[in-house]
């Protein structure tokens, strides 16, 4: 079954480059959304399904630690798996996103290959997780 | 610092740099992508990119054809972003990174003017030359 992908991220190109992995990548993707920050990131989730999250630390207006703290908050959100992609390698800022949900984490610089077997280690986890429940 | 900057091309453009032999000559680069990072100290990073490197970056990055000049400075803001962020967690202590910067043309050459660049870099025959300041 498609998944609906949404990526985060307030460069353009690492946008455009991640869209371009995921569609190389040969996964079973239906939609793939954009945000340039949290804030907009959590207008998508208000407005569309998504399956996925690919998203940012470092962005203006919200981060991604602080858009993980949200997402967690409502109810109907916090079942969204999300990916942290970026260049924070601190180790509490890392334990922070775990806390706060992120089911996996790829530092940039990465191969399309690390991309891609990270995001079919999350989604493989949480559909398996989905047909157990 | 090169290898850092080497990592970030092979990994994410497919560039295999080398150490520039010949003349040195920053004032053909055409961009400066600068971060800065805060922390025991304060450093300040900066790469000036030929204006061919910096296309080549860009085409190598983004799907065939949707290339702009907007898109080609958005690219090297990451490039910067990235290189600073590998930095810091080589250093010893706690670093935060500042929103990286991308200068061009006499913004960029005024921004190093009169500087010896710490590393010069032959990447596939297009120039790079970094920067680095401490306070």
């Known amino acids: 079954m498609a998944f609906n992908v949404l990526i985060v991220d307030d460069s353009q190109a690492m946008r455009k480059m991640i869209r371009k992995v995921i569609e190389l990548s040969g996964f079973d ?3 793939m959304y954009e945000a340039s920050n949290g804030r907009e990131a959590l207008d998508v ?3 569309h399904w998504v399956d996925l999250v690919l998203c ?6 919200m981060d991604g630690i602080e858009f ?3 997402v967690k908050a409502e109810e109907i959100l916090k079942g969204v798996p999300v990916i942290m992609v970026t260049t924070e390698g601190r180790e509490d800022v890392l334990e922070e996103a775990r806390r706060l949900g992120a089911k996996g984490y790829v530092k940039k610089p990465f191969s399309p290959e690390r991309l891609k077997e990270t995001m079919t280690k999350v989604i493989g986890e949480e559909y398996a997780r989905g047909a157990q429940g | 610092m090169k290898a850092v900057v080497s990592e970030v091309l092979e990994e994410m453009f497919y560039l295999v740099p080398d150490e520039l032999e010949g003349e040195s000559n920053p004032g053909e680069g055409q961009y400066l992508a600068e971060i800065t990072l805060n922390g025991p100290r304060r450093l300040t990073v900066q790469l000036l990119f030929s204006q061919g490197l910096a296309e080549e970056m860009a085409s190598n990055f983004l799907p065939d054809g949707d290339i702009d000049p907007s898109l080609v400075r958005d690219v090297l803001r990451e490039t910067a972003n990235m290189v ?3 930095l810091a967690s080589l250093l010893d202590g706690d670093w ?6 991308v200068y061009e ?3 960029a050459q005024g921004a190093v003017l009169g500087r010896e660049p710490m590393g010069e870099l ?3 025959g297009e120039p790079l030359y970094l920067y680095v300041e401490v306070e």
């Open chain 2, 84 to 86: 600073g962020g590998n």
């Open chain 1, 45 to 47: 989730l208000t407005d």
């Open chain 1, 56 to 61: 940012d630390v470092h962005m203006p207006e």
């Open chain 2, 105 to 107: 043309g006499v913004e």
């Open chain 1, 29 to 31: 993707v239906g939609e």
């Open chain 1, 68 to 70: 993980l703290r949200r």
């Open chain 2, 122 to 124: 032959d990447v596939e």
């Open chain 2, 96 to 101: 935060d990174l500042s929103l990286p910067e």
